[in-house]
C-alpha cells in the first residue's frame, strides 16, 4: 500500500491509521501547488489533485479520507480503532468523521487560501474572520461533547481521533487561538504521545 501525502496535510490522519495498525505501507509525498509527485504527474494518480490517496494493494486508487480510514480500519477489523460492523460504536464513529470533514475540515480549508484568493486586505480579514467564528462555533460543541473524555469515543482511540487531531495542528497555521478550550488542549497532547501520532510526524519531517 502506498499513501499520497502532503506534510501536516489532512493526509497526516491516514498516515497515523495506518501507523496505528502497525501496518506495512509506503509513503510519497505530493507538491500541491504544482501537482507533481517522485513519480511524475500526480493528477494522473489523483485527477483531483488532493491528497489523501491511497495506492491498494491491488493497484486501485481510494481517495476521499473518511472512507481510506475505514477501509484502513476494516483490513484488521478488531473494532479497535473503529467499531465492528453493526455495531453502534462504529456508527457513532462515522459520525464523528462526517462532522470533522464538513464542519471542521472545510471550514479551515477557505482560511488557507484567502490570500491567494483575494487581493483586498480588509476582504481578507472578514473572510477569515467568517470562518473562525464558524469554527469556534464548532470547537464550542466538540469541547461541550468530549467534556473530560480521553478521546472522541471515550476511553478509545479511533480512527475520528486521528482526523480531529489532525484538524486541530491547524490552527495554529491560521492565527487561530485554542487556549478557550482547555480540555481540547489537554486532547491534543494526550493524542500527541502516541506512537503512531509520533511516527506519521516523525515520517512527514513534521517533527525531528
Ligand atoms: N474530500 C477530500 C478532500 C481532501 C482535501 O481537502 N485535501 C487537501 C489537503 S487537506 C488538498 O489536497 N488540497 C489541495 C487541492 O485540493 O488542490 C477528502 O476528504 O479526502
New binding site residues.
Given amino acids: 500500500m502506498k499513501l499520497y501525502y502532503?506534510p501536516g496535510?489532512?493526509?497526516l490522519a491516514?498516515h497515523i491509521v495506518m501507523a496505528e495498525l502497525n501496518m506495512a505501507y509506503e509513503i510519497e509525498a505530493?507538491n500541491?501547488s504544482d501537482?507533481t509527485c517522485m513519480t511524475g504527474d500526480y493528477k494522473k494518480i489523483n485527477m483531483?489533485?488532493?491528497?489523501?490517496a491511497l495506492k491498494m494493494d491491488n493497484g486501485e486508487i481510494l481517495?476521499?479520507?473518511?472512507?481510506?480510514t475505514q477501509y484502513l480500519a476494516d483490513q484488521k477489523n478488531d473494532g479497535m480503532i473503529l467499531g465492528k460492523f453493526g455495531t453502534t460504536e462504529r456508527y457513532r464513529t462515522l459520525e464523528w468523521m462526517n462532522y470533522i470533514?464538513m464542519e471542521i475540515?472545510?471550514n479551515?480549508?477557505p482560511l488557507?487560501s484567502t490570500d491567494k484568493k483575494f487581493t483586498n486586505t480588509q476582504t481578507q480579514e472578514d473572510v477569515k474572520n467568517y470562518f473562525k467564528t464558524i469554527l469556534t462555533e464548532k470547537f464550542n460543541f466538540v469541547s461541550e461533547k468530549m467534556n473530560t473524555n480521553l478521546f472522541l469515543m471515550g476511553n478509545n482511540f479511533t480512527i475520528a481521533d486521528a482526523y480531529m487531531f489532525t484538524c486541530m495542528t491547524w490552527a495554529k497555521y491560521v492565527g487561530m487561538d485554542m487556549g478557550q478550550w482547555s480540555n481540547l488542549n489537554t486532547y491534543m497532547s494526550r493524542v500527541m504521545e502516541r506512537p503512531s501520532v509520533l511516527k506519521a510526524m516523525r515520517e512527514e519531517g513534521l517533527l525531528k
Fill in positions: 502532503s496535510a489532512c493526509s491516514t505530493v500541491l501537482k483531483q489533485g488532493s491528497v489523501p481517495t476521499e479520507g473518511s472512507i481510506i470533514s475540515h472545510k479551515f480549508s488557507f
